[in-house]
């Protein structure tokens, strides 16, 4: 007898399980969430950047309608501080008198309405002993962060390499403070029985939230509840527990009421974090024929009074190119601003933009090919342990997308192209991004009706998670899509990392990997308890499982199914745990990979006028195993949109004077629209990635960087004029 293999559903483009909810507006956001009694919270935030508290009436506010009450440091309970994590938690707010930055939470108001909590708290009255801010990344009274993580590298003599190099390119770049801009507000409701806390909120890590309040508030972590199953966007904004958090269960505590907490859109330049801004100066020595002799990065970004925010941009020079002489340091600078934090591609986009755009230097210094010189310089093994990459498809990304752009229809020289009165320019860049994965665990359950539910309490930001995570699942147990369910988003389920750093996918594909291992043997246990079964004897390597029916592998007639065995022992479910630790790479024998990938642009400039657009983008990458490539290709989509943004318009300015964010608004703060973004190729390659049984490596940061430095390179190509900062701006092209 014959059978038919049934159609594989990883790698399929499934539409988004939760696709209709979301369109029919029936997902429920956390701003969406209404309890019965509930009132509403509402901030007054420090009008100085630096000093302390001397006077505060909230007497004006307190007799307002609706009013409820108004918490201060002079009357807030003193609370705990959060538990060390990869991202610290600021620390609790309303503890002290001291202002670090403005826009600093100085007052909470609950009322009845948002309307009256809003209206009570623009009238608190607070009067302060200013002092000068410190602002200026070159500010020398600014206290000097110098590599607290360990990431700065150094191996061979870079002194050397740069003195027997035959071409040195020493130049220095400069990145803007960038503003993670979500969509949806972000939102806290918290409601208190007794010591037991319930929390809805905007959130990528609903574990950190959970253990973050019961440290804050001393009560028991498995009294308190966390959930997040769906989160307006939130480009690493979600993945530390914000002072407005705790500030909504303190309201909540205090009335004894359900509180909600939504941030204004300014509230949210201030209070969720941002990107950090850098000077990096890179030094760069070749031979005559393109070989690098040594890489010295060097990186200064901006950290706010009391942060401790992860993002070493001069890293990405230590595995970007083979190179015997390097050297990577990164420093922090602490200013009155409001909290650095995650945003996406952290680091890398940054440090990218400075490594590619003075590699197209150097390319230009030696009459090269700027593809040409990236190809010379391959790192065919890990540039300082010397092991192979767990997989690494960088050739084949440069290979296609010259092929897909027409690379080889560039001219030589700059300004050398042109299209009616535009100048045309064509760039690229290499790009990679470092390796993550953290611990997870999942839940699988079985149910006598041969569907299946599986769950850990992770969240989906809009990547697509609750869908993978339901292909990947059916593909393990064997069933159609349709008969699994996928939850999250709910810390009473098993607990799970952050959605961040590229590694969700990994990590919890790895758990639910286990999982379903975990609980096919179980089955294999049961069946194997009857002698007379067919699976008798089997272990998990001996079977498969096809629609819902472990069978003999190569032998469909030999099996049973998840409900026949089920019933035969009485059982209404059948349920295992499945845990996902990340390997050592010296254990591995081999460099953990991330993903890697090529981007090529063109531009067109008006020479009159500075304008400039995006004509083309072609972005190939490698993303190890595919798990859906609808879902992938739009992530590497918007990624691409928010490196034009970064390259063209995003810029989080800040008032010298103040400390005033000057454009806290989506009306100033500018960010890429549909006309700004012209049509986007993207194609996947490479294979499955040995570090992790899934063989993922994760998407969700890698289509950001290289944007700015493709497009600048670009920039040069079409002008001749070497742009070193980001955003480009009509300035720079007159």
């Not at 594989?8 to 956390?30: F, N, Q």
């Not at 130049?171 to 806390?197: H, I, K, Q, R, V």
Request: contains cysteine; proline residues 7%; negative net charge.
């Amino acid at each position: 007898m014959t059978t038919v293999e049934r159609p594989r559903i990883v790698g399929a483009g499934t539409d988004r399980v939760d696709g209709p909810l979301k369109v029919t507006g029936a997902a429920p956001y956390s701003n969406d969430v209404s309890l019965p009694g509930m009132a509403h919270a509402a901030v007054a935030r420090a009008t100085i950047a630096s000093g302390r508290i001397t006077r505060l009436d909230t007497g004006p506010a307190e007799s307002a309608p609706g009013v409820l009450a108004v918490l201060t440091h002079l009357n807030a309970p003193r609370l705990g501080s959060g538990p060390e994590s990869l991202l610290r938690t600021p620390p609790p707010p309303l503890q002290d008198d001291r202002i670090l930055y403005y826009g600093q939470y100085v007052a909470v108001v609950v009322a009845d309405t948002p309307e009256q909590a809003r209206a009570a708290a623009r009238r608190v009255e607070v009067g302060y002993e200013r002092a000068e801010p410190l602002l200026d990344l070159d500010d020398p009274r600014a206290e000097r962060v110098a590599d607290p993580w360990g990431s700065d590298a150094s191996w061979g003599d870079v002194a050397a390499g740069l003195a027997r190099a035959d071409a040195v390119v020493d130049a220095s770049y400069t990145t803007a403070e960038n503003t993670n801009n979500p969509l949806g507000l972000f939102t806290t409701l918290a409601a208190w029985d007794g010591d037991a806390l319930t929390v809805h909120d905007s959130t990528q890590w609903p574990v950190l939230v959970r253990a973050t309040l019961a440290r804050m508030f001393g009560v028991p972590e498995a009294g308190v509840r966390v959930l997040a199953p769906y989160v307006g966007g939130g480009f690493g904004a979600g993945l530390r527990v914000w002072p407005h958090v705790v500030l909504a269960a303190m309201a909540a505590r205090r009335t004894r009421r359900p509180v909600r907490l939504e941030l204004a859109r300014p509230e949210m330049f201030t209070g969720i974090g941002h990107r950090p801004a850098t000077a990096q100066r890179v030094r760069l020595g070749a031979t005559r024929d393109g070989r690098l002799t040594a890489i010295e990065h060097e990186s200064v970004s901006t950290l706010s009074i009391e942060g401790d925010n992860i993002e070493p941009c001069a890293s990405v020079s230590t595995t970007a190119y083979a190179c015997p002489n390097v050297s990577t340091r990164d420093q922090q600078v602490r200013l009155n601003i409001p909290w650095t934090n995650s945003m996406r591609a952290p680091g890398e986009a940054q440090g990218n933009f400075a490594l590619e755009s003075a590699m197209d230097e150097l390319a230009y210094m030696l009459g090269l090919d700027p593809l040409e010189l990236r190809l010379r310089n391959y790192a065919e093994v890990h540039p300082r342990s010397g092991l192979p990459w767990s997989s690494k498809a960088l050739r084949e990304c440069y290979e296609v997308g010259a092929d897909r752009f027409g690379w080889a229809r560039r001219g030589a020289e700059p300004s050398s192209m042109r299209e009616g009165d535009w100048l045309v320019g064509y760039g690229l860049a290499g790009v990679s991004y470092f390796w993550y994965q953290a611990p997870c665990r999942a839940r699988v359950t079985v149910r006598g009706d041969g569907t299946a539910y599986v769950r850990s309490a992770v969240t989906d930001i809009g990547t697509g998670t609750y869908t993978v995570m339901t292909q990947l699942s059916a593909e393990l147990l064997g069933l159609e899509p349709g008969r699994v369910t996928f939850g999250l988003g709910d810390t009473g389920m098993p607990p799970g990392p952050q959605a961040g750093g590229s590694g969700l996918t990994a990590a919890l594909g790895n758990a639910v990997h286990a999982a379903c291992r975990a609980l096919l043997r179980a089955f294999l246990d049961l069946a194997g308890a009857d002698p007379a079964s067919p699976l008798a004897g089997c272990g998990a390597d001996d079977v498969t499982v096809t629609d819902g029916r472990i069978h003999r592998v190569g032998e469909p007639g030999r099996g049973e199914s998840y409900t026949g065995i089920l019933a035969a022992h009485g059982l209404e479910e059948l349920s295992a745990d499945g845990d996902s630790e990340p390997r050592r790479a010296e254990e591995a024998g081999m460099a953990p990979a991330g993903p890697f990938g090529a981007r090529f642009v063109e531009v067109r400039v008006d020479p009159e006028l500075g304008r400039l657009r995006v004509a083309r983008v072609v972005s190939v990458i490698d993303g190890g195993l595919i798990l859906n490539e609808k879902l992938a290709r739009s992530q590497i989509i918007g990624g691409t949109v928010g490196g034009i943004g970064m390259a063209m318009f995003e810029e989080t300015v800040t008032d010298r004077g103040t400390g005033r964010i000057a454009n806290a608004t989506l009306g100033d703060y500018l960010v890429p629209v549909n006309a700004d973004v012209p049509d986007l190729d993207v194609t996947f390659v490479g294979v499955p990635d040995a570090y992790n049984p899934v063989g993922v490596k994760g998407v969700g940061e890698i289509g950001l960087v290289g944007m700015a430095a493709a497009i600048a390179n670009a920039v040069f190509h079409a002008t001749g004029r070497r742009i070193r900062s980001v955003p480009i701006t009509i300035d720079d092209l007159l």
